[in-house]
């Protein structure tokens, strides 16, 4: 079949499903995004795991973040008991979850809940340096497309945990988003004024010692995160497996446009599912050309939005493939 046989036959079996034309608005979008990942008329989407990447940033030393370094740590630990939220929207969602330890600070986690990936143990500070090395880079990265890959999942969202990351993140949008550093920078876990003030100094700095910076790879060294990195990379490896990625909020979609500008196929398996709190994300959702589905004024990461549009994307494909059409149930077309 061409693609454009492919695409008339799409649209008339979704036309012809059992609602005005149209009616489900952008469910019938969505349901033709998966079709066409997956190229067939039947989909199937059953199953979807959580990856969540966990690593520490050097930056997170200069005041950038309402809380400490530590808390990283910690978080992966409240994971791997289930007590996060990114946990209980995965239970209630029916969505598998695992941690990784892209990089904590404080060494191997002993408990079977957490798979120890480390690059290091948190990058080095973006204020004096790059955050890594390219050899560090590329190994993130080359651990995240294998995440990427492996098991079965029909759908896979990849989420995030590690102090100082909204700093991470904004110098990467703007050096490939090219918006004026200042209206990238949020509050992200609820900066004061004072701290705001900090964290607009210490990304200034950071983001002078690299004007003009526009390479995806470069960006990512310079300024990235470990779990940043494996996060683009993971995307990119799912992107490859045909997967539909679940795309969360301002760091993931951070990861996801180093990831495109890597490698501009993997866009079309991208489902962008909300619109974070963080100011920044508009920046990077335009640069994507992305309009999330969702705009619940979180601000928290771990993949939680994500998680969120699982059911709606299912009900999606559920609408392509079991709903009946005016011919099989026997409803009179229009006038
Ligand atoms: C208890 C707690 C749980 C979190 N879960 C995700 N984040 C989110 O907040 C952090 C980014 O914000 P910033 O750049 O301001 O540090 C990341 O760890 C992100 O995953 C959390 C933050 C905290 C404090
Ligand atoms: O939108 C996000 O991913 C986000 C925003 C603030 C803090 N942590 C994550």
């Given at each position: 079949?061409?693609?454009?046989?492919?695409?008339?036959?799409?649209?008339?079996?979704?036309?012809g499903k059992t609602?005005?034309?149209?009616?489900?608005?952008?469910?019938?979008?969505?349901?033709?995004?998966?079709?066409?990942?997956?190229?067939?008329?039947?989909?199937?989407?059953?199953?979807?795991?959580?990856?969540?990447?966990?690593?520490?940033?050097?930056?997170?030393?200069?005041?950038?973040?309402?809380?400490?370094?530590?808390?990283?740590?910690?978080?992966?630990?409240?994971?791997?008991?289930?007590?996060?939220?990114?946990?209980?929207?995965?239970?209630?969602?029916?969505?598998?979850?695992?941690?990784?330890?892209?990089?904590?600070?404080g060494g191997r986690?002993?408990?079977?809940?957490?798979?120890?990936?480390?690059?290091?143990?948190?990058?080095?500070?973006?204020?004096?340096?790059?955050?890594?090395?390219?050899?560090?880079?590329?190994a993130a990265l080359?651990?995240?497309?294998?995440?990427?890959?492996?098991?079965?999942?029909?759908?896979?969202?990849?989420?995030?945990?590690?102090?100082?990351?909204?700093?991470?993140?904004?110098?990467?949008?703007?050096?490939?988003?090219?918006?004026?550093?200042?209206?990238?920078?949020?509050?992200?876990?609820?900066?004061?004024?004072?701290?705001?003030?900090?964290?607009?100094?210490?990304?200034?700095?950071?983001?002078?010692?690299?004007?003009?910076?526009?390479?995806?790879?470069?960006?990512?060294?310079?300024?990235?995160?470990?779990?940043?990195?494996?996060?683009?990379?993971?995307?990119?490896?799912?992107?490859?497996?045909?997967?539909?990625?679940?795309?969360?909020?301002?760091?993931?979609?951070?990861?996801?446009?180093?990831?495109?500008?890597?490698?501009?196929?993997?866009?079309?398996?991208?489902?962008?599912?909300?619109?974070?709190?963080?100011?920044?994300?508009?920046?990077?959702?335009?640069?994507?050309?992305?309009?999330?589905?969702?705009?619940?004024?979180?601000?928290?990461?771990?993949?939680?939005?994500?998680?969120?549009?699982?059911?709606?994307?299912?009900?999606?494909?559920?609408?392509?493939?079991?709903?009946?059409?005016?011919?099989?149930?026997?409803?009179?077309?229009?006038?």
């Open positions: 079949m061409t693609d454009q046989d492919f695409e008339a036959a799409l649209a008339a079996r979704i036309d609602k005005p034309q149209g009616a489900l608005g952008r469910i019938e979008a969505l349901a033709a995004q998966v079709a066409r990942v997956q190229q067939t008329l039947t989909p199937r989407l059953q199953s979807c795991c959580l990856t969540i990447f966990a690593a520490d940033h050097g930056i997170a030393r200069h005041g950038v973040s309402a809380y400490p370094s530590e808390v990283t740590r910690q978080m992966v630990l409240n994971f791997a008991a289930g007590g996060a939220a990114a946990n209980v929207f995965c239970k209630v969602n029916d969505v598998a979850l695992q941690v990784v330890n892209s990089g904590v600070i986690f002993l408990v079977p809940e957490v798979r120890n990936l480390p690059i290091a143990e948190g990058t080095a500070c973006s204020l004096e340096g790059p955050a890594m090395t390219r050899a560090q880079r590329d080359a651990a995240g497309r294998d995440i990427g890959q492996e098991g079965a999942w029909d759908a896979v969202a990849f989420g995030e945990m590690g102090i100082g990351n909204t700093s991470a993140a904004t110098l990467i949008a703007h050096a490939l988003t090219g918006s004026e550093l200042d209206a990238l920078i949020g509050r992200g876990t609820g900066l004061d004024d004072a701290g705001l003030a900090t964290k607009r100094r210490v990304l200034g700095q950071a983001a002078a010692r690299r004007p003009g910076l526009t390479d995806p790879d470069e960006a990512l060294a310079e300024f990235g995160g470990f779990e940043i990195a494996m996060i683009a990379g993971a995307m990119l490896g799912a992107a490859e497996a045909r997967r539909i990625i679940l795309v969360d909020g301002f760091i993931a979609t951070a990861a996801a446009l180093i990831a495109v500008r890597m490698e501009p196929m993997c866009r079309d398996a991208m489902i962008f599912a909300h619109r974070s709190a963080e100011p920044g994300h508009q920046a990077i959702l335009d640069a994507l050309q992305a309009e999330p589905l969702l705009d619940l004024g979180l601000r928290l990461g771990e993949g939680t939005g994500a998680v969120l549009v699982w059911p709606m994307v299912k009900s999606a494909v559920a609408m392509l493939n079991d709903m009946a059409s005016f011919d099989s149930a026997g409803v009179s077309g229009r006038v």
